[in-house]
């Protein structure tokens, strides 16, 4: 066995979203959304969700001895805003407290202020697709950076746009549940209300002699064809779904498509656009890893289908275990952005009986490290997700991504499973243990 040592600030971390584990989310479009039928399996409902509000004590101790160093986790706006423009005291106090207690614990927190959740009022009249939505987002988000910015110096503006605008604009599994691949309007408010977060925190932390790093947590699941058609076909699907809103934040230019019908056919429009202030608006890369998918082409709308990589075991989602992904993304991302350190915001599995997440937190960090010396590239910090199990979207409660299990019979009693231990072990030593190979 051979010892790998990671460098001596490294920031180990856990991560979560609110609207997964915090409980009664009430306000929220994802609540609304889990009471119409068929929206989620089995028909479940986040209700108390992880009972995290609950247990927040005895989740910072659960924390604090796996030797973390950074919790990243998600401020609802919905309790923040539960109106259109008013604000929450009740809920300000509660995130403050939750922002003092890790503080106090010495964990620093790293806040995601819109994690796929958006209040019942803003999606009611169009969410997204407002003209102005990045000036509603912006008075949410000038309102957080008002109460909490003092103490936190990483902020993700968005987690996750591209998943949020396919699942929630292509394939319907999230609110507002379109299926018309219609989302360029969507994704340009986001990026607009990115571009405006991002530079008010700054000027912000300036005038107040802070220093703030501000970035996007960008899913990557680089698309590979079955075949050679296969194979040219998903070449720009692939684009739009990981490299365009990455790129973006580097040259301010999106790209994307609109659609018209012609004799009864709809057909794609070309679109690019430069937002104005998008370009360079990213003082991380944020990376959250999962795996790499195969697309083979279906009869069937969507007309395409998403399969495991061949040879590889797979997570309960049936998601390939693919250590050698996580490198090429770290690659690619490294050709985009040569200087821009990388945070990886997420990376894990659904896995029930804990039998297959040591070894992929271990072939997963030894990636990390391998893109610190082969590349090589700063890496800022790792979180894993999830601290706990949660409620998985539109997979509900089935999904376990926990180091901790979470017993939802008994008011969400904790059990730390066996690689919790293990992220103690490795968190605590600054190193992992590799076979020698
Ligand atoms: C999301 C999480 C989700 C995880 C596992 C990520 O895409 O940010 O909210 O639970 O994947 O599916």
Redesign the pocket.
Known sequence: MKKLNFPENFQWSVST?GH?VEGDNIHSDWWQWEQQPGRIKNGERSGKASYHMERLEEDIELMKQMNVKTYRFSIEWSRIEPEEGRFSDEAISYYLRKIQLLKKSGIRPMVTMH??VSPQWFSKVGGWRQDNAAEIFFRYAERVEKEFGNEIEYWVTF??PT?LLNLGYGLGLFPPGETEWNFWAPMVNIMKAHAKTYHHLHKMAKAQGRSVKVGI?H?LRPLLGKGWMEASLVRLPDFIFNWNIPQSLKTGVLHGATWKKILGVRIPIKQKLEIPGLANTQDFVGI?Y?CREYIALTLKPPFFARKPLPGTVCSDLDWSVDPEGFFVVFKLAHEMFPDIPFFVT?NGLADAKDALRPSYIVSHLREVHRAMTDLPHVVEGYCH??LMD?F??HDGFGPR?GLIEVDYQNNGERRPRASYNLMKAIYGSNSIEVDEA
């Open positions: 979203a997964q994690h796929f987690n996750e998943v947590a899913h959250n999962y997420e997700w999830s949660n998985e979207w991504f």
